[in-house]
């Protein structure tokens, strides 16, 4: 309601006590001519005359002020200076109503029976600003509008707030998996389906989730980007972290994997920190890691080796014990071919040949036959310093070089 002014229904008298009869009550703006009005009633639908005149007896009728600020001037019948009065403030109770009120002036505040909320009226009457619900402190702003992270007219509760980083509902797997209205920044993932996108948000909003099952997530340089650009196949207890990549102050579909750890603690794509074949040969790296499947590429590493022992002359084939070498062939007394399983990139390789025997008396040596050097063998003959060429009791090599 609006405030009534303090004259209402009170006479104007003299020093004397005489009644001004029909006195005037001029309102302007506060410090200005410029008239401004009162009404006769609280609900400010009628305008009362301005000047106001009091009756014969000198009373004035209701005079109901708006919010702001009056220049008040008191004047008899006849116009002649009683006092002025400036500045009034004319305050406003809170008007209740089920809808708008149809007259409106700046500032004006209403509670609305039918939403429940509050509305001010804005500095320029031209429209209704929401401060909220009747008994709340602020006009609060929903999960939705948090997570849109845009509006610049509400203020957040820690409810809302929490739809950032809190535990959220479950999410059932789907080819895209729909982040729940409610807000949340930690899913559990439930479901086998196999997940190829993840449905719009907030640019830079991000989200955990656990696996409860196995699923395969489908790599998208575009829309959902994993690490290594490798498709994931989950287990039961791994975790995520995806990051949203739409612009500033708009909203997307592109997801961007930044962190998935296994279950088992280990990381799920190790391929950037281990060795190739090429960084094994260039041999200088002091930051990658060496698989067991990629050892034998540097250059100290032995490319095949075996021992093979001789049964009447013959030796065992394939070698009694070797690495990289399929067969070796029996070419005469003392001289043996051992076949390498993976060739060399040329014929140019290193062949360490030794031969063995249980003879502490005989004193033998290898060489090796440079006629039949090739990328994929190599023969070793074997000689006795003083008889020429033997068997021995074994014959060991090992061959180093570029595969």
């Not at 009065?85 to 809808?99: E, K, N, R, W, Y």
């Not at 708008?100 to 001010?120: C, E, H, I, Q, S």
């Amino acid at each position: 309601m609006a405030q009534l002014f303090f004259l209402s229904g009170q006479t104007l008298v003299d020093g004397n006590g005489t009644p001004y009869a029909a006195a005037k009550a001029s309102f302007f703006e506060t410090g200005t001519t410029t008239p401004k009005n009162t009404y006769s009633n609280a609900s400010l639908v009628s305008a009362n005359a301005n000047p106001v005149v009091a009756d014969a007896d000198g009373r004035f009728p209701d005079i109901y002020l708006i919010a702001g600020r009056y220049k008040v001037t008191l004047t008899t019948s006849a116009d002649v200076a009683i006092d002025t009065l400036d500045p009034v403030d004319g305050t406003s109770q809170l008007i209740t109503a089920s809808s708008a009120p149809g007259t409106t002036y700046p500032f004006l505040r209403y509670y609305n029976t039918t939403d429940g909320r509050v509305y001010r009226r804005n500095a320029a009457n031209s429209g209704w600003i929401d401060e909220g619900l009747v008994d709340e402190l602020i006009n609060a702003a929903t999960v939705s509008e948090v997570l849109t992270g845009t509006s610049t007219a509400k203020a957040v509760t820690p409810d809302a707030l929490a739809g950032l980083w809190q535990r959220g509902a479950d999410i059932a797997s789907a080819s895209t998996i729909s982040l729940p209205a409610g807000g949340g920044g930690v899913y559990n993932i439930t479901g086998t389906t196999g997940i190829t996108g993840i449905s719009s948000a907030q640019g830079g909003r991000c989200i955990k989730v656990r696996f409860a099952g196995a699923l395969t997530i489908t790599h998208n340089g575009t829309s959902l980007i994993l690490p290594g650009a490798a498709n994931i196949t989950t287990v039961a207890g791994d975790v995520a972290e995806f990051i949203n990549e739409a612009a500033q102050d708009a909203s997307g579909s592109n997801w961007r994997c930044f962190n998935y750890q296994r279950a088992s603690g280990s990381s799920v794509n190790i391929t950037d920190q281990i060795a190739t074949q090429a960084d094994q040969e260039t041999a200088t790296s002091v930051l990658l890691s060496v698989t067991p499947g990629r050892q034998q590429f540097h250059p100290s590493a032995a490319k095949a080796w075996g021992m093979s022992t001789l049964s009447a002359g013959v030796p065992a084939s394939p070698p009694t014990v070797h690495y990289n070498i399929t067969s070796v062939t029996d070419t005469g007394t003392g001289r043996a071919v051992f076949v390498i399983a993976t060739d060399f990139s040329s014929a140019d390789w290193n062949c360490v040949a030794m031969p063995e025997q249980n003879i502490p008396t005989v004193n033998q040596f290898c060489g090796i036959r440079q006629t039949t050097r090739a990328a994929g063998s190599i023969e070793i003959d074997c000689m006795e310093a003083t008889s020429g060429i033997q068997d021995p009791f074994a014959y060991n090599m090992a061959a180093f070089g570029d595969q």
